[in-house]
């Protein structure tokens, strides 16, 4: 008779903003049993302390550390100190999630993920959206050939606010829509080219809005626009291939995700564009999608691959 597996204990720095979410999703997620949550703000933690009863708060994390009971920890701190404490951490032998983005810069990305691998230890990065029910859905179409070939993906991901200081809107926003091309094409670009603007701290060079194109091979291309310096509010995907189309809104109150039976196919031996290419226009379907929490299902995803060591779906090199 197999027995179950003992749950993982887990402690997360950070509780503000975004890291309460965190928190919370660590103290139902099945196999976790939170026992830490360190912040600097004693306000926070006594917040935090209220919603969850029963758990030990700290400002330090080297006390955190000192449990040797803690086998994995969650790191939803301000950006700039991800990468020490994810660094302490993996020294540390804890298996490790962090907010995205992992870090911000390239080499102390790949630091982390060279202690991870030296260490045998699980390091993840939170990429929300790859756990959305949509992007999996998209993802299982375009592998199932539904969608035909992929020619090319657009995301926009603009709002007014929240602006930020210690990080600009390239690396606010663009990383959710970077990891999703990556996912959705299973390939890393061969090429970025991005350009961006400051209107708001000019004083302290922080962009508000940026533009990028990434080439995939086979030609693919996938192009990104974020800021939070615009009068609408989008959180928006847009699948194009040769056979169907797909869209996702993730603001919508219902049908998320369409699929638009639509496509232009080419033909040979036309001199004129409305000759040579036929133009097919087919139903639209707005399938129903499950009932999943991303963030749950994106920690509960992290403590699988610790228990089990298999690979996770955002890991560091992703």
């Known amino acids: 008779m197999a027995h179950?597996?003992?749950?993982?204990?887990?402690?997360?720095?950070g509780t503000s903003g975004w890291g309460k979410n965190v928190v919370r999703a660590f103290s139902i997620a099945r196999g976790s049993q939170l026992r830490w949550v360190c912040d600097l703000n004693p306000g926070l933690l006594a917040a935090t302390l209220q919603r969850h009863p029963g758990i030990r708060t700290t400002n330090s994390w080297d006390a955190v550390l000192a449990d040797d009971d803690v086998k994995a920890v969650a790191i939803a701190v301000d950006v700039p100190n991800h990468y020490n404490l994810a660094k302490q951490s993996l020294l540390a032998g804890r298996h490790v999630?962090?907010?995205?983005?992992?870090?911000?810069?390239?080499?102390?990305?790949?630091?982390?993920?060279d202690l991870a691998r030296e260490r045998k230890l699980i390091l993840m990065v939170g990429h929300l959206l790859l756990y959305h029910p949509a992007i999996e859905m998209a993802k299982a179409r375009i592998d199932s050939g539904e969608l035909g070939e992929v020619y090319y993906i657009y995301s926009q991901r603009v709002n007014l606010g929240v602006v930020r200081e210690k990080e600009n809107a390239w690396w606010s926003l663009a990383p959710h829509d970077i990891a999703v091309a990556m996912y959705l094409f299973g390939a890393e670009p061969e090429s970025i080219s991005a350009t961006g603007a400051v209107y708001l701290q000019r004083e302290k060079g922080v962009e508000d809005i940026a533009f990028a194109a990434l080439r995939f091979p086979g030609g693919r291309m996938a192009h990104v626009?974020?800021?939070?310096?615009?009068?609408?509010?989008?959180?928006?995907?847009?699948?194009?291939?040769?056979?169907?189309?797909?869209?996702?809104?993730?603001?919508?109150?219902?049908?998320?995700?369409r699929i638009y039976d639509k496509s232009a196919i080419p033909r040979a031996g036309f001199s004129t564009f409305a000759e040579g290419v036929a133009v097919r226009t087919g139903d639209m379907l707005a399938p129903a999608l499950p009932n999943t929490e991303p963030l749950l299902a994106e920690c509960e995803h992290f403590l699988d691959c610790v228990q089990t060591g298999k690979q996770p779906r955002s890991d560091g090199r992703q």
Do not use: N, Y
């Open 4 to 13: 179950a597996q003992q749950p993982v204990v887990t402690a997360v720095a």
């Open 97 to 113: 999630f962090v907010e995205k983005p992992l870090t911000l810069t390239g080499k102390d990305a790949a630091h982390l993920c």
């Open 225 to 257: 626009q974020v800021s939070w310096l615009d009068p609408h509010k989008q959180r928006s995907l847009t699948i194009v291939g040769s056979k169907k189309m797909l869209t996702f809104d993730d603001t919508a109150a219902d049908d998320k995700v």
